[in-house]
């Protein structure tokens, strides 16, 4: 908890300075040496249990290095050298926090595999269509067109403690701050995450889709056998996950697989982004508590004023 509770000081600090696998069975048979066998858990109503708070912290890339080509997992003494020389390369470079910051789950490879892509089996992401790279194109002139940080909405999502990549959806690893929590009601799903305390509430009782768009997406929930499937919508432009539009169709998949890990899956599909849907898979760890507040504030006003007062002073259009 010390080390929790250090990274969201250190957090809120940052924010202020710088503006599927089948599902499981019902019970398990015990591992040698275990007093029981394992029983999958239900709340009171009889939907699976995902109550407790849990970790996707891993030092795994989403996507896998070109040196590693085809590897799809590394032998005991690769992943070592990897995890070594990964550490001692963020150690010199991460000018973020130093490495008492970092969650520990990120200094070691899931299951010694290469990438978090299981699906291209080459473990990276699709190519981009011509509409992806015009638009990528467009968004990079535009930056060099105008001023460093005219306004408030050049600042990024995070800057301005709207969205981080982290919390998502879809989940992804950061250096700190992996945790996510489930509440779950009988009609509801709400996964918080604590990163910018981000919490989505997932209708279950099978609505169809809202119209509005969200920076979040719009999400409807629901069970398949004990793995609940999280359909989501309806995202804004502007965010963009890894260069997606508005046409990010996001299904997630979360599956309790033993007392202590969750089989997280999903598949993004954007036919203006990518030649082809691409998956990824991270198993989330259970964690003792309590998740400590993120303090980021939507605007993260201190910061953005002094970020965009430094912009004028520099900006040699003034």
């Given at each position: 908890m010390g080390k929790r509770f250090l990274a969201s000081l250190g957090v809120v600090t940052l924010g202020l300075a710088i503006a599927a696998a089948a599902p499981a069975p019902l019970q398990r048979q015990a591992a040698p040496g275990t007093a029981k066998a394992w029983t999958f858990p239900r709340t009171s109503w009889g939907d699976p249990d995902?109550?407790?708070?849990?970790?996707?912290?891993?030092?795994?890339?989403?996507?896998?290095?070109?040196?590693?080509?085809?590897?799809?997992?590394?032998?005991?003494a690769e992943a070592a050298a990897y995890e070594r020389q990964t550490t001692e390369r963020?150690?010199?470079?991460?000018?973020?926090?130093?490495?008492?910051?970092?969650?520990?789950?990120?200094?070691?490879?899931?299951?010694?595999r290469?990438?978090?892509?299981?699906?291209?089996?080459?473990?990276?992401?699709?190519?981009?269509t011509p509409e992806a790279q015009t638009r990528a194109s467009a968004r990079t002139q535009a930056n060099r067109a105008r001023g460093p940080a005219d306004g408030p909405e050049d600042l990024g999502l995070n800057v301005r403690c709207i969205l981080w990549s982290t919390a998502g959806p879809p989940m992804l690893p950061g250096v700190y701050n992996n945790n996510v929590q489930f509440i779950q009601t009988r009609d509801h799903v709400v996964i918080v995450n604590e990163m910018i305390h981000d919490a989505r509430i997932i209708p279950m009782d099978g609505r169809a889709h809202g119209a509005v768009r969200r920076w979040m997406g719009d999400s409807r929930g629901r069970w398949d056998g004990q793995t609940l499937v999280v359909d989501t919508i309806n995202f804004t432009e502007k965010s963009a996950f890894r260069g997606s539009g508005e046409g990010l169709h996001l299904v997630e998949r979360f599956t309790r697989v033993g007392e202590d890990t969750i089989r997280y899956e999903f598949t993004a599909e954007d036919p203006g982004t990518w030649t082809r849907p691409w998956t990824a898979m991270i198993p989330l760890n259970k964690t003792e508590g309590p998740m400590l507040e993120y303090a980021c504030h939507e605007g993260n006003e201190r910061s953005m004023v002094g970020i965009l007062r430094a912009a004028r002073v520099q900006d040699p259009r003034q």
């Open positions: 995902f109550a407790g708070l849990w970790n996707y912290a891993t030092m795994t890339p989403l996507e896998r290095l070109q040196a590693f080509a085809t590897k799809e997992t590394l032998t005991d963020q150690a010199a470079a991460n000018n973020t926090a130093g490495p008492d910051w970092w969650d520990e789950g990120t200094r070691h490879l899931t299951e010694r290469t990438s978090l892509i299981i699906d291209p089996p080459n473990g990276r992401l699709p190519p981009l």
